[in-house]
Structures are given as C-alpha cells and as structure tokens.
C-alpha cells in the first residue's frame, strides 16, 4: 500500500504542469518527462557553475538528487540514455547513481535484512553497488559536484560501507 502511495505521488509530481513548482528540480522533471537529458545536462550545469559564481544556487544542486528519487521507469531509462551518451559527465553518472541509489532503497524495504526477502535484499545491494560506482565516477570528473559526493556518503551511510568515507568526507570538505 505505502509503495503504491509513493508511486501515485511521485507520478503526480512527475507529471506535473510546467511552472506548477520552481526550481531546478522542477526543470529537470520536466525534461525526464520527454527524455531530454542533453537540457537536464545544461540545466544543471549551469547550476553546478552558478554555485562557484555567487553560490545561491547551492539549493538547487541539493534538488538535483530529488528529482531522480522516483519509481517511474522513464527516469532508469533515460539516466542510462545519458549515461550511454556522456559517460564523461559527472551530472550524468550522479543522476544514474541518484536514481539506482532510490529504486534500491524502494526494493529493499523497511524491514530488517533478516526480514527482507532475500531476492530483493540481493536486487537491492546490486544497484547500491551500481549506484556506488556511477557516484564515484561522477565524484572523480567534478569532485566539487555536491550530489556526487552526497551519493558517495548516503550510500556508504546507508549500506554500512564507512571505512572510505572518512577520506570522501575529507576531500569534499576541502573542495
């Protein structure tokens, strides 16, 4: 019940008319809707630059990971399309990890591990490990994209992966 919840109500703010919402996050929904991850590419670059130009838009970059926080499989499919196309660009490779990181998290549950059904807890560690990487790559292009090392520290959080975070925490602090 509670999965069919988030899934109507990510569906109607996915949905949602253009200027319904402002904000980056509300940009980039609009672009998942038709695909376009070449102007959620611009829309968020222009965000990454504005933060080091007069750093306002630092709010923007924290909406950057919830746009990708959906179960609508357009967001998957078009995270990989980017990805596929510019495996250069940390914005791609954080969207990807952005995305896998949330359906992960959805698969898994609330439960325990020892409550979780073990095909989902399994599904679940393979897109934390998935996400993992695309977030460290993405960290390795432009180690000052913010949601690229947020990624790095939620998934580690949230998996119990903490030996390497000290040094990501280090790193991002010094950026």
Do not use: C
Request: aromatic share 8%; net charge neutral.
């Amino acid at each position: 019940m509670l999965g069919l919840r988030l899934f109507i109500i990510g569906s109607i703010l996915l949905l949602a008319p253009p200027g319904a919402a402002e904000g980056l996050k509300a940009r980039l929904r609009e672009t998942i809707v038709v695909g376009d991850f070449r102007t959620a590419e611009a829309l968020v670059r222009e965000a990454h630059l504005s933060v080091h130009e007069a750093g306002p838009a630092l709010d923007d970059l924290r909406e950057f990971t919830d746009a990708f926080a959906v179960t609508d499989p357009r967001v998957l499919e078009m995270t990989a399309r980017w990805v596929a196309e510019m495996p250069g660009s940390a914005y791609a490779n954080s969207a990807r990890a952005a995305v896998l990181y949330h359906m992960g998290v959805i698969m898994r549950g609330e439960q325990l591990p020892s409550r979780t059904y073990p095909e989902a807890l399994d599904r679940y560690r393979a897109m934390q490990t998935e996400a993992l990487r695309f977030a460290q790559k993405a960290y390795a292009i432009a180690p000052d994209f913010i949601p690229a090392s947020y990624k790095i520290l939620s998934i580690r959080l949230y998996a119990n992966r903490t030996e390497p975070m000290g040094k990501t925490l280090h790193d991002v602090m010094a950026a």
